[in-house]
């Protein structure tokens, strides 16, 4: 579908890479960025070297003026998930402007999902959630990728965003999606610790597998469907950010089972590790549903009551 006012908010790694999958099917794309210099820096190089080097961006202009998304058609929301209100609050759309997700995770003080927030202020607009196994540089690449769309009305954002290369699963289950894509950055976070205790394959394998029934639970719990889980933005997401050193979930994990602190990891990043929050959330949610949920809840006291990694290792072994 050409032709469209397309604009894309945040210009890190995956809002590039969706600006060059839509304008690869031949769409002009706006990309929003807050810092005008990245912005300028875009448009001079036709490339994002902060965050997505070596991929040529053609039939892409960055911009800094907010303004530009009140007359997109579709928008596209990248920013970190405990950004998205403060986005949301600041920016005009038509009535008739589509809106699709593309950031994972629950908002720590109100346990909103993104898809709650932002109907919250735009109720009459058609929403829709972008989630999967999805590297930016390998969908910036062209690589094969499959991911879910999750809405009532999906078709149109499929049009613009499909490829030979790039396959979509349609879903009305946007309560199992979003949750699911919350989760899998925990679950990550805990793989992550296991490679950097150098545990071995077979641990981490048993933690995922133990993983996709954390997941289940807590998406059947909330209204998702268990078909969702066992799907590309259940268990096909949770295998690739559980298992690449590229998730920046894992690589935090990692980092944590070398010995480094969370405070020390977090001030050496200049991009967002969404686990982190998404861990807080998760465990309220599991708490107020009294849902069991051990390997999630041993990722939280380790980042956030600092519990000893070896000891929380023999709690779930002992389990």
Do not use: H
Not at 13 to 36: E, M, P
Not at 68 to 78: G, L, R, V
Not at 192 to 216: H, Q
């Amino acid at each position: 579908m050409k032709n469209k006012n397309i604009c894309i908010i945040g210009a890190g790694a995956w809002g590039t890479a969706i600006a060059k999958q839509i304008s690869r099917n031949g769409n002009n794309v706006t990309l929003y960025c807050r810092d005008s210099v990245l912005a300028d820096e875009i448009n001079k190089n036709c490339e994002n070297k902060k965050y997505l080097p070596t991929i040529k961006l053609e039939k892409v202009q960055a911009t800094s003026d907010i303004s530009i998304i009140e007359n997109s058609d579709i928008i596209f929301i990248t920013t970190p998930s405990q950004y998205m209100r403060s986005i949301i609050e600041k920016i005009k759309i038509g009535e008739n402007s589509e809106i699709v997700i593309c950031c994972k995770g629950i908002e720590n003080e109100t346990l909103d999902s993104m898809e709650s927030i932002v109907k919250q202020y735009f109720p009459n607009n058609n929403i829709i959630i972008f989630s999967g196994p999805t590297f930016a540089i390998e969908v910036a690449k062209g690589l094969p990728t499959i991911a879910t769309l999750a809405g009532k009305k999906t078709k149109k954002i499929e049009s613009v965003l499909s490829s030979k290369n790039l396959r979509f699963y349609n879903t009305d289950d946007i309560i199992g999606v979003e949750i699911l894509g919350t989760i899998k950055n925990v679950l990550a976070i805990a793989c992550g610790i296991v490679a950097g205790k150098k545990l071995g394959d077979n641990a981490k394998a048993s933690l995922i597998t133990r993983g996709i029934d954390e997941s289940i639970k807590i998406c059947v719990a909330l209204g998702g469907s268990e078909k969702t889980a066992l799907g590309p933005s259940g268990i096909g997401d949770l295998i690739l950010t559980a298992s690449s050193i590229q998730s920046r979930n894992m690589s935090l994990g990692y980092e944590l089972g070398q010995g480094k602190s969370i405070d020390d990891i977090l001030k050496s990043r200049n991009t967002v590790t969404e686990g982190v929050a998404n861990t807080k959330s998760i465990i309220e949610i599991a708490n107020n549903n009294n849902i069991e949920m051990p390997i999630c809840n041993a990722v939280y006291n380790i980042i956030y009551n600092g519990n000893d990694i070896d000891n929380e290792i023999r709690s779930l072994l002992n389990r």
